[in-house]
């Protein structure tokens, strides 16, 4: 495989500062949960904003988790397949849809030359992603729902769940 870079006080800072925002939600669920017994709101309310609430707490984790595995950069060349491939200029975001919502990952692309197609990006291996945008666990919740409706009413339902 690859042997990867380590990014460093950044990398790390990154992924503890999205550990602590994460903290910081789930202290506002239970704050919110306590509010909720003195206010005696309905269930399906407590329900409603508490599942968002997660969901946030989910996204925060997550990109603590991509923060934690760097960029991807194995230094200024690469070599694959035989060819020797060049560390390019500028990072490229790549977008990731999750069960917990839309995060964008920088990564280190390696290439031959500038204007060709990415043809190794160390990081989306290293975190098996999948060639489409969205998550295998998104993708298999999709496909789930796509056996008893149609994809577009599958996929509403799968948006309105997941928010």
């Avoid at 704050?31 to 003195?38: H, S």
């Avoid at 070599?79 to 975001?93: F, I, V, Y």
């Amino acid at each position: 495989m690859f042997t990867l870079l380590h990014g460093g006080p950044d990398m790390i800072m990154a992924q503890e500062q999205s550990i602590l925002k994460a903290q910081q939600q789930l202290d506002q669920a239970a704050q919110m949960i306590c509010q909720a017994t003195r206010d005696v709101l309905p269930i399906d309310q407590v329900e409603r904003d508490l599942w968002q609430q997660m969901l946030d707490i989910g996204l925060s984790m997550l990109n603590g988790f991509v923060a934690g595995q760097g960029d991807g950069d194995v230094g200024p060349t690469l070599e694959h397949e035989g060819h020797a491939l060049r560390r390019l200029d500028q990072q490229h975001k790549r977008r990731y849809v999750s069960v917990f919502g839309e995060l964008n990952i920088v990564r280190t692309v390696y290439a031959t030359r500038k204007d060709q197609k990415h043809q190794v990006v160390p990081l989306d291996a290293m975190l098996n992603l999948s060639d489409s945008d969205f998550g295998y666990l998104l993708q298999q919740w999709d496909q789930s729902f796509c056996v008893q409706d149609s994809y577009a009413s599958s996929r509403q339902t799968v948006q309105q769940i997941l928010g």
